[in-house]
């Protein structure tokens, strides 16, 4: 899916529909989406084994999270965020 930085909600949209059209209901595949915009320290981990895994690198020779990983400017502003009570408005892509 291919979508200039102007139509990215368009592209979200779509991404919506798809998750609907299997699941019948998008409201079920919002809980999978971190409200911070950042990941799990679980799938960070998961990611690290795949790529590791497509890589041919062992287990043992992996970086830890933290070394690939830097989240701190989005939970940074998730934090600010947070603190001045700001809540997303949702529109309909056009």
Not at 34 to 55: A, F, I
Request: hydrophobic content about 40%.
């Amino acid at each position: 899916m291919r979508h200039s930085p102007k139509a990215r909600l368009g592209g979200l949209a779509l991404l919506m529909v798809a998750i609907a059209g299997e699941t019948g209901s998008s409201d079920a595949s919002v809980a999978l989406f971190d409200p911070t915009g950042t990941t799990s320290l679980q799938n960070e981990n998961v990611e690290l084994q795949l790529r590791g895994d497509l890589l041919g690198v062992p287990r043992a020779q992996l970086k830890k999270s933290a070394e690939v990983f830097d989240f701190s400017f989005v939970e940074q502003t998730a934090a600010e965020l947070k603190a001045e009570n700001w809540q997303p408005r949702i529109s309909k892509a056009e």
